[in-house]
């Protein structure tokens, strides 16, 4: 397969993940693409996924095994370097594409090539695969090309960030010039090269867990102080407006940390 037939690569970094992984496997062969890879890095597992990997045959999965866990930004970076399509999609080993989600965004870039990302909406989805909740974006009502003022406003005014990796797709030579950048900061990036195309329709299913409200808590503790979003204000805003916006984020941040130990609600 050469590279002018591969129009998406999509990244997975797997540990772990045999519980899910298979839900998986079948979103990626039922998005109806055709001309894909499927790049799965597997980060040092110990349930069986490594073993289970290596009996995948389609010649559409390529699999990368890591000798060692070093970390799923570690990981991320292989499997964008190991990238042949002209767009590239991140996805976690226990979330799933909806419907044409991928047809469209892929879409989307090909109609607007002065665009390198293509994003819509998340779809929250509990551990039986029950949807329960679809995020909306400030600011943007319906499908087409967007401003960058326009989604970078709606990505730091929001009071919650309506967006996860794996709603937005890329396209894969933009990626290497922004290297080990990835989630946020990534999207953030691909926003700040021009205007964004936008699909007013869920583009991902997004796996939340019971348990995950002890690690939001000290996710929530570990992001606060590390500053992230004061940084991302300093970094892809106008200076005139980066001081108040990372001052607003700042507390609106320390308001998420305290929410989060005293509410009982999932985060």
């Given at each position: 397969?050469?590279?002018?037939?591969?129009?998406?690569?999509?990244?997975?970094?797997?540990?772990?993940?045999?519980?899910?992984?298979?839900?998986?496997?079948?979103?990626?062969?039922?998005?109806?693409v055709e001309?894909?890879?499927?790049?799965?890095v597997?980060?040092g597992?110990?349930d069986?996924?490594?073993e289970?990997?290596?009996?995948?045959?389609?010649?559409?999965?390529?699999?990368h095994?890591k000798?060692r866990?070093?970390?799923?930004?570690?990981?991320y970076?292989?499997?964008?370097?190991?990238?042949?399509?002209?767009?590239?999609?991140?996805?976690?080993?226990?979330?799933?594409?909806?419907?044409?989600?991928?047809?469209?965004?892929?879409d989307?870039l090909?109609?607007?090539?002065?665009?390198?990302?293509?994003?819509?909406?998340?779809?929250?989805?509990?551990?039986?695969?029950?949807?329960?909740?679809?995020?909306?974006?400030?600011?943007?009502?319906?499908s087409?090309?967007?401003?960058?003022?326009?989604?970078?406003?709606?990505?730091?005014?929001a009071?919650?960030?309506?967006?996860k990796?794996?709603?937005?797709?890329?396209?894969?030579?933009?990626?290497?010039?922004?290297?080990?950048?990835?989630?946020?900061?990534l999207?953030?990036?691909?926003?700040?090269s021009?205007?964004?195309?936008?699909?007013?329709?869920?583009?991902?299913?997004y796996?939340?867990?019971?348990?995950?409200?002890?690690?939001?808590?000290?996710?929530?503790?570990i992001?606060?102080?590390?500053?992230?979003?004061?940084?991302y204000?300093?970094?892809?805003l106008?200076?005139?407006?980066s001081?108040?916006?990372a001052l607003y984020?700042?507390?609106?941040?320390?308001?998420?940390?305290?929410?989060?130990?005293?509410?009982?609600?999932?985060?």
């Open positions: 397969m050469s590279n002018s037939e591969l129009s998406v690569s999509i990244v997975t970094a797997t540990f772990n993940s045999m519980r899910f992984f298979e839900k998986t496997k079948q979103s990626v062969f039922s998005a109806g001309g894909f890879e499927w790049i799965v597997d980060d597992s110990s069986g996924t490594r289970y990997l290596q009996t995948l045959t389609d010649p559409r999965i390529k699999v095994l000798e866990n070093t970390g799923i930004g570690d990981s970076e292989i499997g964008v370097r190991l990238a042949r399509g002209k767009y590239l999609l991140i996805l976690d080993h226990d979330d799933t594409i909806p419907g044409s989600s991928l047809i469209d965004r892929i989307a090909e109609s607007h090539p002065e665009s390198n990302v293509a994003f819509g909406t998340v779809a929250y989805m509990d551990e039986g695969d029950r949807i329960y909740q679809v995020s909306k974006f400030p600011f943007l009502k319906h087409g090309l967007v401003p960058s003022a326009r989604v970078l406003a709606g990505v730091f005014f009071p919650a960030y309506p967006l990796q794996g709603c937005v797709v890329l396209r894969t030579a933009f990626v290497r010039t922004v290297p080990r950048i990835f989630d946020i900061a999207f953030l990036s691909g926003v700040r021009g205007p964004v195309a936008f699909i007013d329709q869920p583009c991902l299913n796996r939340t867990f019971r348990n995950q409200f002890s690690s939001s808590r000290k996710m929530r503790l992001k606060f102080f590390h500053f992230y979003w004061a940084r204000a300093f970094q892809y106008p200076w005139l407006v001081v108040p916006v984020r700042t507390a609106l941040e320390l308001a998420k940390v305290l929410w989060c130990f005293i509410s009982p609600k999932r985060v």
